[in-house]
């Protein structure tokens, strides 16, 4: 296990703990805590790529990392109100039928490559501002509402676009396997 694979581990950690803090109403704390998942996830990243610790475990878990730490924020910012529960459905729905496509290639041993798109992170990118924002409202009082409520659809749009990016890349590779056999 190398650096940047701890520091991903640390950022799941730090996961639990934002909910919780979210659910006490500490958004101050829980906005601060976000942050340094934030710093987490750019800094274990620039440490494998710096000094060459790119790991297939690496690979896996810190986008792992990142889909419990959003998709934990938005179910506990729904439940508490923070984000409109349809937004929630929309973003947990993809990562659903993502990890769902993903298992079924590989119980059905298709070896299939999906590769995040530019689109994915935008989305993934435009999905934490919108938590950022929300947490930082309420944390800091920064009256942010006009900039959650575009961002709200913006996290929509893109979360839509994405996943038919997701779907269209998993037929098109199953067609080609389908074809090879």
Known sequence: MNIPNIITLIRMIMVPIIVWLILANQMYAAFIVFLLAGVSD???GMIAKQFNLITPLGTYLDPLADKILLVSIYVTLGIQQD???WLVILVVS?????????????????????????????NTFCQIILAAFVLGDKGLQTG???????TVYIVALTTVLSGLAYILQWSRQN???AQNL
Not at 95 to 110: E, K, N, T, W
Not at 144 to 150: G, Q, W
Request: net charge negative.
């Open 175 to 177: 067609s080609e396997k």
């Open 42 to 44: 750019a800094l274990d």
């Open 94 to 122: 993809r990562d659903i039928l993502i990890v769902g496509a993903i298992l079924l290639s590989f119980l059905l041993a298709l070896n299939l490559a999906i590769v995040p798109s530019m689109l994915s992170k935008l």
């Open 83 to 85: 984000l409109p529960s």
């Open 144 to 150: 942010f509402t006009e900039a959650i409520e575009l």
